[in-house]
């Protein structure tokens, strides 16, 4: 199994443009999350999914959309760049079965905005 | 609002000590998690603690739950230098749809 893909791995933006973050999983999880993470801080949720055709605002949503139309993938959408926006991505994904929520994370995208 | 501290954010320590992460968070919860960052990377789960007293061990690594006093610690016993990156703990709760909320993070550097 590759586990949680994400792609691209860096990616420089100008103001203004519009870019999606790509991410899959193969492992039949049902949540998937996004994070960003800024210098020095822990991990911020932005939005996620519990599962197809379901999604969720986290924490700071602003100036991002989602949508999930697979269980598989779970693209995030950056609209009208801002340099706020400059951090790295991670995307999370997990299966809750009504246990306990272990998120395995994807190996990040790094994202500047100029 | 779930909070989650962590305790020292910054530890600069020397080969062959011991020492203790904290973590600690704000509402009734039995679900703790431990994930390590080495620099530039991922995160990867180190521990999933699940009840009251739950204690597990991995290598020179121990973590632990205390869910009455809403504390997680993470031992570290006789560091090495391969043990240096950032260690995060991170809660959820039933009341959080499953959503887990990160502590800030501790970055570990370990010295000859």
């Known amino acids: 199994n590759a586990g949680v893909t994400q792609t691209p791995k860096f990616r420089i933006l100008k103001i203004g443009q519009s870019m999606t973050l790509q991410c899959t999983q193969d492992?039949?999880?049902?949540?998937m999350y996004w994070y960003r993470q800024d210098p020095g801080m822990g991990l911020k949720l932005i939005y996620y999914s519990v599962g197809a055709g379901i999604t969720d605002k986290g924490e700071v949503p602003n100036g991002y959309n989602v949508s999930r139309s697979t269980t598989e993938d779970f693209p995030l959408r950056l609209e009208l760049a801002a340099p706020s926006q400059t951090s790295v991505y991670f995307c999370a994904s997990s299966y809750v079965g009504g246990s306990y929520n272990e998120q395995f994370f994807g190996p990040g995208t790094r994202l500047t905005v100029l | 609002e779930l909070k989650v501290e962590q305790n020292p954010l910054f530890l600069s320590m020397q080969e062959g000590k011991n020492y203790t992460i904290y973590c600690n968070y704000s509402t009734t919860s039995d679900r703790l998690y431990w994930y390590r960052q080495d620099p530039g990377k991922s995160l990867e789960s180190l521990f999933v603690?699940?009840?009251?007293?739950a204690v597990k061990q991995e290598g020179r690594l121990m973590a632990s739950l205390d869910t009455k006093a809403r504390l997680s610690t993470l031992h570290i016993t006789a560091a090495v230098h391969d043990l240096s990156a950032t260690y995060f703990c991170?809660?959820?709760?039933?009341?959080?749809?499953?959503?887990?909320?990160f502590g800030k993070g501790t970055l570990l550097t370990v010295n000859p």
């Open positions: 991170a809660v959820d709760y039933r009341g959080s749809n499953y959503k887990l909320t």
């Open positions: 492992m039949n999880h049902n949540y």
């Open positions: 603690l699940l009840s009251n007293g």
